[in-house]
Each structure stands twice: as structure tokens, then as C-alpha cells.
């Protein structure tokens, strides 16, 4: 399964027009993600409050993430502040899979932004969380934090935009996004004999990672069409729900 490096803004003295800050306002967003990507079974490390950049690239080129991805909100220059809206999704202009994740999550923020038409795919190379990162990165500027309507925007839509970047990270990774996160619980195996097969996919013919055997305990992580998402044996997979009682 997969594994993000996430990376909220750690930038307070960026204000919003209607109060609040970029750091604050991206850490509830990123906040409210994480419940939908651990039902999703995907992975992550969070950059904390009080890092320097330089250390959350550190940090996130230290391990080996499937993508760095990295939330902000914009500002206009001077001359045209408050007068910017739209949604920059920016990638590194040398790298295929973050082009690829970048168009992928700017053409799914399509569903949920005001204007459609102001949400794109940027490619940049002066943007050092892209330039410096080891795993393939991309950058949201969700909205511009100097426009009223796009600031109102996004803190009345925390829950909407967390719910739909970890959509978009579904459809990057090709796995099922689920849409109603429960807390993990624990399950029981209960097949007959045999054991369970903890599959790569929510599909029979999907590669087996990982077997469980008749009573052993694991960790339900979300479900989706009839599949659990289940963390066993450290590892994160999918188990027909037929088989395992909660």
C-alpha cells in the first residue's frame, strides 16, 4: 500500500483576509485527512508545527514515500492582491509521476472548487519541497488566502477539500477511496480451516502480501464493496470482510 510524506504549511505569517494563517488553516485541512487515509490503508508521515522546511525535506528524503505532497494556500503580488482566485496544483517540470499526481488531483479539485476553469496542473522548477524532495512531489495552493471569497471558501470546505485530495490520492494510487472513515477496530478471523488471504487489491486475483490464520486478531482499517482495508503483521492489505468478525 502506499505511503505519503504530507506537509502542511509551516508558514503563520502568512495571514488570511479574514483572519487565521496558512500554517493554521493547512493543518486542519491535513488534519482532516488523516482519518480518510488510514481507512484507505494509505500510509503517512507528518511534518510537525515548529520544523524548518529544510527539515521536512529531511525528514520526508530520509524514508521512502510513494509522494511528498505539500498543502498551501496562495497570496497575489502586491499589485493584485485580493483580486487572484484558483487553485495551483504544482509539480517539478522534470518529473513524470509528478506531473502525473499533480494532474490527477487538480482535475479531481475540479468537483468541489467554485470555478472549475481556475484549477490547473503547474509545472515549476523554483519550488525547492519539488526540487529537493527524493520521491515524486507536488505542491497545492488550494486557494488565495488575500481573497475574501476564496478564503471564506476554503475554511467553510476543510472537511470537503481533505475528503477530496485524499480522493485524488486514490485515483493516483488506484485504490478505493472510501468516503465514510470509521475508527480502527479490531477483527477476528473466522474462516473455517484455511487461512485469510491479505490481498494488494480488493480483488481475488490480486497478488497475496500476507496470510492471517483462524483466530488471530487484526487491525480494520475501512471497508469498501465486501473488502476490509486490514493492517496485520505490519502489513496493509485487503481481506474479504466475509471472513473476519468485528
Not at 505539500?70 to 499589485?79: R, V
Not at 481573497?147 to 485530495?165: C, F, G, S, T, V
Not at 488471530?216 to 482499517?221: D, Y
Request: net charge neutral.
Amino acid at each position: 500500500m502506499p505511503t505519503i510524506y504530507l506537509s502542511p504549511s509551516l508558514q503563520p505569517f502568512n495571514k488570511y483576509v479574514n483572519g487565521g494563517d496558512e500554517q493554521t488553516v493547512m493543518n486542519q485541512v491535513a488534519d482532516a485527512m488523516e482519518p480518510y487515509l488510514r481507512a484507505a490503508g494509505i500510509r503517512f508521515t507528518r511534518n510537525r508545527i515548529g520544523m524548518t522546511l529544510g527539515e521536512a525535506i529531511r525528514e520526508s528524503n530520509a524514508g521512502y514515500y510513494d509522494l511528498h505532497l505539500a498543502l498551501h494556500s496562495n497570496a497575489a503580488p502586491e499589485s493584485l492582491s485580493g483580486k487572484l482566485q484558483g487553485t495551483d496544483v504544482y509539480y517539478y517540470t522534470g518529473s513524470t509521476q509528478g506531473r502525473r499526481a499533480a494532474e490527477v488531483l487538480a482535475e479531481n479539485f475540479k468537483k468541489i472548487y467554485p470555478d472549475p476553469s481556475k484549477v490547473r496542473a503547474v509545472p515549476t522548477t523554483s519550488l525547492v519541497e519539488l526540487t529537493k524532495t527524493n520521491a515524486p512531489a507536488v505542491l497545492m495552493e488550494i486557494a488565495y488566502h488575500d481573497n475574501p471569497e476564496d478564503a471564506r471558501w476554503i475554511k467553510e470546505n476543510i472537511q470537503a477539500i481533505a475528503a477530496n485530495i485524499v480522493q485524488g490520492l486514490c485515483l493516483y494510487f488506484g485504490i478505493p477511496f472510501i468516503a465514510d472513515p470509521q475508527p480502527p477496530q479490531t477483527g477476528t478471523v473466522v474462516t473455517q480451516s484455511s487461512p485469510l488471504n491479505i490481498r494488494k487489491r480488493p480483488s481475488t486475483q490480486a497478488q497475496v502480501l500476507t496470510q492471517a490464520q483462524k483466530g488471530e486478531q487484526l487491525t480494520v482499517l475501512g471497508k469498501w464493496q465486501g473488502w476490509y482495508v486490514v493492517e496485520v503483521h505490519g502489513i496493509i492489505g485487503y481481506a474479504s470482510a466475509e471472513y473476519i468478525q468485528v
